[in-house]
T-cell receptor
């Protein structure tokens, strides 16, 4: 079974600082990778996803993530954060193939607080 | 307006009572899921269903039950057997139509047992 680790539980940054949130997974085969975001009082939203192809994935709101297969990592980055990025961020993984329901395995989440 | 709806948003229950959480989707998705979210633990899968009248246990199914009588509906019952039911419950759905399958989430129901 796969597992996901997010080592940063709470990150505090000032506006305009650069962001990198770590995500590592344990599974030896092909995986699909996701980052979800949960803004205060809102539902979980998809930020970006990786299935195949270019390992550098761009998502909404200026976020990007890079899949490094040799390191089993899928770190989330943003060059300049805003106060509105304050939220909880979850990394998740599931295993292909498609055509059948598969659970997402989530990391424990990283709370990002951006100070104005 | 397409999406996933969950009701109620907040739910209070006395110990020993069963309670049912609603999840409806109008996205025509085949698969539906229930997750439980606890602080510092991420989301954990309770049950999932990929077709009407069929569902499978997830990692933490004990004390919960589900039904899938209609494609658009996947209600979750939290029974009195669930030892620690206070949590945030999230419903999700996915299309299962392609290799690139993505789950989309509803707004959640916060259950508090008094």
């Amino acid at each position: 079974a796969q597992s996901v680790s997010q080592h940063n539980h709470h990150v505090i940054l000032s506006e305009a600082a650069s962001l990198e949130l770590g995500c590592n997974y344990s599974y030896g085969g092909t995986v699909n990778l996701f980052w979800y975001v949960q803004y205060p009082g809102q539902h979980l939203q998809l930020l970006l996803k990786y299935f195949s192809g270019d390992p550098l994935v761009k998502g909404i709101k200026g976020f990007e993530a890079e899949f490094i297969k040799s390191k089993f990592s899928f770190n989330l980055r943003k060059p300049s954060v805003q106060w509105s990025d304050t939220a909880e961020y979850f990394c998740a993984v599931n295993v292909p193939p498609g055509g059948s329901a598969r659970q997402l395995t989530f990391g424990s989440g990283t709370q990002l607080t951006v100070l104005p | 307006d397409g999406g996933i709806t969950q009701s109620p948003k907040y739910l209070f229950r006395k110990e020993g009572q069963n309670v049912t959480l609603s999840c409806e989707q109008n996205l025509n998705h085949d698969a539906m899921y229930w997750y439980r979210q606890d602080p510092g633990q991420g989301l954990r899968l309770i049950y999932y269903s990929q077709i009407v009248n069929d569902f499978q246990k997830g990692d933490i199914a004990e004390g919960y039950s589900v039904s899938r009588e209609k494609k658009e509906s996947f209600p979750l019952t939290v029974t009195s057997a669930q030892k620690n039911p206070t949590a945030f419950y999230l419903c999700a759905s996915s299309p299962l139509r392609s290799f690139e399958d993505t789950q989309y989430f509803g707004p959640g129901t916060r259950l508090t047992v008094l």
